[in-house]
């Protein structure tokens, strides 16, 4: 029974979160916190922090760690499950109807317009990031400004794009930097 | 499409490998995912990366869980599909049931907390690095709608805040009705 109100209550996350992460964090508080119960607000709270400090996607975070709560490892599968079986069903039909339609002529020619866009939206979400990283308020003046942090943007930059170092790698390196760079020059 | 069970544990290698160290939500899997599987193993070209990420990010759920379902249908059909979604799912589930156990803790913890601040400038860097490269591509097309669109979906986007469906579902749009014109046109003639 707890297993398939876990199921059912992710699938809802899974179905109506368009646009990741950021849209799916009210569907599972309304799911988890509000409807069933399973966690307090602390503990979402809690959650979406460690979540965002964590690899992977917040909703897939949020299944395993509500199912693990309530019903343990099998409540944790449980409720990943649910949280992508609606992208399973749709992205899939996606899939093959582009691996079908791919080689049209029309559809090619909508897409060369689409493809533009995309490459706009990758590099809004990337300036945005950075963004952050550069200034550690909300408001963009010089007394925020995070020197080590835009220190570190400008060298990760120079070794991707000049010896297309592996990007985990560098994205290590940033991460053993920043540590160092507060344990050298204090912490601030 | 033949099944080949070397190429699926590849994938499967491949895709755990993104997911573990995907910080950062959607567009940086997106990004880790091209480097991957168009630069370095060229199972997928340049264009379908993007037209992934397009339905990626407008379908419902994760955006990293649905690009692993187009990348493992295009790489290896309906088996390539569940192994690239159970590489990518498994990473998140195995650290956050080992998390769950001093999750209160590992939140407040200082250095956790620096480490990830650094590795943040590294994601900006990733993102943007690619976002240089297919930017220049479609500099190259000589376009003027395309440079009109790439413009038009930034401004949207980062100056002004639009939802990203809304920039995907207006550039479709523009794609169709620039298709329909043209059409129109061949026939004419």
């Known amino acids: 029974m707890i297993y ?3 199921f059912f209550a992710f699938l809802q996350v ?3 979160s368009v646009g990741g992460g950021y849209a799916a964090i009210p569907l599972i508080q309304s799911q988890a916190v509000e409807k069933y119960g399973w966690l307090t607000l602390s ?3 809690n959650l979406v922090t460690v979540a965002e400090m964590t690899p992977g996607p917040i909703a897939v975070n949020a299944a395993t760690f509500t199912g693990l709560q309530i019903a343990g490892i099998g409540g944790a599968a449980v409720a990943t499950l649910g949280c992508i079986s609606p992208s399973l069903c749709l992205v899939s039909a996606l899939a093959v109807l582009y691996g079908k339609y791919k080689k049209n002529t029309a559809f090619q020619n909508v897409l060369q317009i689409l493809r533009p866009a995309v490459v706009a939206l990758i590099f809004s979400a990337g300036l945005r990031i950075l963004r952050l990283v550069a200034f550690d308020e909300q408001t963009i003046a010089l007394q925020n400004a995070n020197y080590i942090g ?3 943007f400008a060298g990760a930059f120079f070794v991707l794009r000049k010896w297309k170092l592996n990007p985990i790698l560098v994205l290590l390196m940033c991460g053993a930097l920043n540590l160092l760079f507060y344990a050298i020059f204090g912490w601030i | 499409m033949k099944l080949n069970g070397k190429t699926l544990c590849k994938l499967f290698i491949s895709t755990l490998y993104i997911s573990t160290f995907t910080f950062g939500g959607g567009f940086v899997i997106v990004n880790f ?3 991957k599987f168009v630069d370095e193993l060229h199972w997928i070209d340049e264009q379908e990366m993007l037209d992934i990420t397009a339905m990626a990010q407008s379908a419902p759920g994760a955006i990293a869980v649905n690009a692993a379902i187009l990348v493992g249908w295009k790489v290896q059909g309906f088996f390539g599909m569940l192994t690239a979604v159970v590489g990518t799912i498994l990473p998140p589930m195995v650290i956050l049931t080992v998390i769950s156990f001093f999750y209160e803790k590992f939140a407040a913890n200082r250095y956790v907390a620096l480490v990830l601040q650094g590795m943040q ?3 900006a860097a990733i993102i943007l690095d690619v976002a240089w490269g297919l930017g220049t591509s479609v500099l190259k097309s000589k376009e003027w709608l395309h440079y009109a669109v790439l413009l038009l979906a930034f401004v949207s986007a980062f100056v002004l805040g ?3 469906i809304y920039i995907i579902l207006a550039s479709l749009a523009v794609g ?3 298709e329909a014109l043209s059409h129109k046109r061949r026939c004419e003639k």
Do not use: Y
């Open chain 2, 176 to 178: 169709i009705l620039k």
């Open chain 1, 14 to 16: 899974g179905l109506f």
């Open chain 2, 121 to 123: 400038a590294g994601v």
């Open chain 1, 43 to 45: 503990a979402f709270t």
């Open chain 2, 162 to 164: 639009v939802n990203v």
């Open chain 2, 33 to 35: 995912m091209k480097r």
């Open chain 1, 4 to 6: 398939l109100q876990l």
């Open chain 1, 150 to 152: 835009i220190l570190l």
